[in-house]
Every structure is written in C-alpha cells, then in structure tokens.
C-alpha cells in the first residue's frame, strides 16, 4: 500500500512562492503519475498538475499554468510543486496522489484515476 506524505504548505503573501513536496512510502513500477490536487472551502477537488514518472511527461490546469511547475524526485521518491506568483484564489488544501499504472493521457486530469492519496496540506495567500 503506497504511503505518501505532504510537506511545505503555509501562509503566504500574494505574489509570493511556495513548495510542496510529497514522499513516498515505497517504489512503483508502470506508467503511473503523480499529482498535486487542491480543494477550497465549498468547492470541489480540483486538479492542479500531473507528471508521468517514467517518462516526466508534465500536465497543468490553465489556472495554474506558467505559475506553477512539477517536477519529480526520483532520488528522493518524491514529486514537488514549485508555486510562484500565488493568488488569493489559490488557497486550498493540496493533496498529493498517486494513479494506477494503466492511467491513459486522457484521464490524467480525472480524481478517479488516483487511488492513493496523501493527508493533504494547508496553503493560505493572504496578506
């Protein structure tokens, strides 16, 4: 069973930047992706970015694209979110998840595609 741990959430100024990582418990094999999830008070769980962890294939939401970058760890097995010109709107909690390793392109973006997911972390653009 795959573990994953968030770190790195907080507050954060508008404007300013923030990284998230997420640990994994143990090694997968496949063409599985990683992926940065979020969900604000009264909204539903949105997808924030994906990378493909054999082939660092990456995927972004239009609102978080040229802001945000993942990127994957393998030293360290993990996946990281650089967040950068944060927004008030960008207040969530962030989840990590992992998918199944017959996820297609298609459904990359879809929350069912994850099965294992992390505990979720805190991120608050105030000033």
């Known amino acids: 069973q795959v573990q994953l741990v968030e770190s790195g959430g907080g507050l954060v100024q508008p404007g300013g930047s923030l990284t998230l990582s997420c640990a994994r418990s143990?090694?997968?094999?496949?063409?599985?992706?990683m992926a940065w999830f979020r969900q604000a008070p009264g909204k539903e769980r949105e997808f924030v970015a994906a990378?493909?962890?054999?082939?660092?294939?990456?995927f972004y939401a239009d609102s978080v694209k040229g802001r945000f970058t993942i990127a994957k760890d393998s030293t360290k097995n993990a996946v990281v979110l650089q967040m950068n010109s944060l927004k008030p709107d960008d207040t969530a909690a962030y989840y990590c998840a992992q998918s199944t390793s017959s996820t297609i392109q298609s459904q990359i973006r879809e929350r069912v595609s994850y099965p294992y997911w992390g505990q979720g972390i805190q991120v608050t653009v105030s000033s």
């Open positions: 143990e090694r997968s094999f496949g063409r599985y992706a």
């Open positions: 990378v493909r962890w054999n082939s660092g294939h990456t």
